[in-house]
């Protein structure tokens, strides 16, 4: 028998934009206007833009894990699990919660934000041996298999093994690419003090695009200035160059460089998370195509936004521009689109999402910055400040604001103990390993499971 009366919205993802939806339904709903459940994997919102500083170990992991529980009008339901499938007619998402169990969830109005997965392309050997910078778990892992490699280049008395241990391939020259390169770059030059059978001159790391620029958002001499930076830090970069095939131990470059290696850092883009094309509905680049009020055309109750969504960039001129995958839009949309939802159940018009961009901060680890707020171009330490202070001042609760700093502070005056945890040790570390990119139903499968076991009621 169904018991339930009200309206029942859906959440999915906890990210950005799912946090910040969750939290304005929480507050701008009446207590008995609709029951709001969340979908996640995790029970935090990760902080994705200070991981390169996880896996330097600026930052210990649970200081960009937010909690989710820690909220004062907390009453939204959270179910610990992933969709894997939404059957948008039936009005349906299929879950696997983190028990394995599959169940089917029930929704009125479904806010669709589960982010994205890291974008590769059809390169031999580049699944099976590149790691991604998208989750908690791959910072962490990075971090303790960039000190594998120390550890045992230390130990080691043969030259080659030695050489492949301490060359690191970082691909992508995006920010987050850029700050990984950087960051960790950082890590190595400062760890290598305390390993004294390594010749330091052996440490090579490497940042490659295929793109002629390095992060060209930022503009022509802000990009040139990170990349003299980088460069008189003793990184390699190589622009116009990719990945022509990737092994356990070398790397094959697009112009015939072999580079022995037993790191690859893959970070070259992103692409919306593989629940959206279980829709079965029009996407763009993979994100779902929805109207600048984030609602899907001719569907009642179905919005995207985020990295998965394609919403229309109203603040550019120009037809056909659609905001790009940040946090900047992510969090701001998650706010519109609780509005909207709203507005939906009251029969009140939408509204549409513009917001124009704030610009960059790039943090390159230690004192180096590059940072472009409001178009005003910042380096060094100013830029620096203000990358900390914008991602500081970003940080939801006051709890993880005074764990950052902390981190930030005791890292400025003691340093790091390169310590390696071992937590994933001899465990599967692929990118579908840590991205779960294989788990979802195609969108026959998620038709043929809502039709076979008919949509219960609870
Ligand atoms: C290294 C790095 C640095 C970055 N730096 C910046 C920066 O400086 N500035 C900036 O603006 N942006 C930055 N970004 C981009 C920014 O982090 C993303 O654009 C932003 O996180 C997108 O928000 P979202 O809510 O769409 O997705 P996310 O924040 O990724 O959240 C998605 C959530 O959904 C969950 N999820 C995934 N699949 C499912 C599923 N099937 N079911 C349920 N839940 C699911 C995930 O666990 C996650 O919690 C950076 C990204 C990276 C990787």
């Known amino acids: 028998m169904n018991t339930v009366t009200r309206p029942r919205i859906l959440v999915v993802g906890a990210g950005f934009a799912g946090v910040e939806c969750v939290r304005r339904l929480e507050r701008k709903l009446n207590t008995d206007e609709a029951d709001v459940t969340l979908v996640t994997p995790f029970s935090y919102q990760l902080y994705l833009p200070l991981l390169p500083q996880v896996a330097s170990g600026v930052l210990t992991p649970q200081s960009i894990a937010v909690s989710l529980r820690r909220s004062k009008k907390y009453r939204t339901r959270i179910i610990p699990g992933g969709a894997i499938g939404v059957d948008i007619k039936a009005k349906v998402c299929v879950i696997r919660t983190i028990n394995?169990?599959?169940?089917?969830?029930?929704?009125?109005?479904?806010?669709?934000?589960?982010?994205?997965?890291?974008?590769?392309?059809?390169?031999?050997?580049?699944?099976?041996?590149?790691?991604?910078?998208?989750?908690?778990?791959?910072?962490?892992?990075?971090?303790?298999?960039?000190?594998?490699?120390?550890?045992?280049?230390?130990?080691?008395?043969?030259?080659?093994?030695?050489?492949?241990?301490?060359?690191?391939?970082?691909?992508?020259?995006?920010?987050?690419?850029?700050?990984?390169?950087?960051?960790?770059?950082?890590?190595?030059?400062?760890?290598?003090?305390?390993?004294?059978r390594i010749d330091p001159g052996l440490i090579k790391w490497h940042l490659i695009d295929i793109a002629p620029k390095l992060m060209p958002e930022l503009g022509d001499k802000l990009g040139r200035s990170a990349q003299e930076i980088l460069t008189k830090r003793g990184?390699?970069?190589?622009?116009?160059?990719?990945?022509?095939?990737?092994?356990?131990?070398?790397?094959?470059?697009?112009?015939?460089?072999?580079?022995?290696?037993?790191?690859?850092?893959?970070?070259?883009?992103?692409?919306?998370?593989?629940?959206?094309?279980?829709?079965?509905?029009?996407?763009?680049?993979?994100?779902?195509?929805?109207?600048?009020?984030?609602n899907l055309p001719g569907q009642d109750?179905?919005?995207?936004?985020?990295?998965?969504?394609?919403?229309?960039?109203?603040?550019?001129?120009?037809?056909?521009?659609?905001?790009?995958?940040?946090?900047?839009?992510?969090?701001?949309?998650?706010?519109?689109?609780?509005?909207?939802?709203?507005?939906?159940?009251?029969?009140?018009?939408?509204?549409?999402?513009?917001?124009?961009?704030?610009?960059?901060?790039?943090?390159?680890?230690?004192?180096?910055?590059?940072?472009?707020?409001?178009g005003i171009e910042l380096r060094g330490l100013p830029a620096q400040v203000v990358a900390r202070g914008y991602h500081w001042s970003a940080l939801r609760t006051g709890v993880a604001k005074v764990r950052v700093a902390t981190n930030w502070t005791l890292n400025a005056l003691a340093g790091d103990d390169f310590v390696r945890t071992g937590f994933q040790a001899r465990k599967p570390a692929t990118l579908k390993d840590f991205e779960y990119t294989d788990s979802y139903l195609s969108p026959e499968q998620v038709r043929d499971r809502i039709e076979g076991s008919g949509t219960q009621e609870p």
Request: aromatic fraction near 6%; glycine fraction near 10%; proline fraction near 6%.
């Open 301 to 374: 109750g179905v919005f995207a936004l985020g990295d998965a969504g394609a919403v229309p960039d109203e603040a550019k001129e120009g037809d056909g521009a659609i905001c790009p995958p940040t946090a900047q839009h992510a969090m701001r949309q998650g706010k519109v689109v609780a509005d909207n939802v709203i507005a939906t159940l009251r029969n009140q018009p939408l509204k549409p999402y513009v917001h124009k961009d704030l610009g960059l901060v790039v943090d390159l680890g230690g004192k180096d910055a590059v940072s472009k707020p409001l």
């Open 235 to 294: 990184i390699d970069i190589s622009l116009g160059v990719s990945i022509a095939k990737a092994g356990p131990e070398e790397v094959t470059f697009t112009d015939g460089r072999v580079v022995p290696t037993r790191t690859l850092i893959w970070t070259a883009g992103v692409v919306a998370s593989p629940l959206i094309a279980t829709l079965g509905a029009e996407t763009v680049r993979g994100r779902l195509a929805v109207t600048s009020a984030m």
């Open 100 to 196: 394995d169990e599959i169940v089917n969830e029930p929704y009125d109005y479904i806010v669709l934000s589960p982010g994205s997965i890291t974008r590769t392309f059809d390169i031999p050997g580049l699944t099976d041996h590149a790691f991604g910078m998208k989750t908690l778990a791959e910072a962490a892992y990075i971090r303790d298999h960039v000190i594998t490699q120390l550890d045992l280049a230390d130990a080691s008395d043969d030259p080659a093994e030695k050489a492949s241990r301490l060359q690191f391939v970082v691909v992508g020259g995006g920010y987050a690419g850029t700050e990984t390169a950087a960051c960790l770059q950082k890590l190595t030059h400062a760890a290598v003090k305390r390993y004294p």
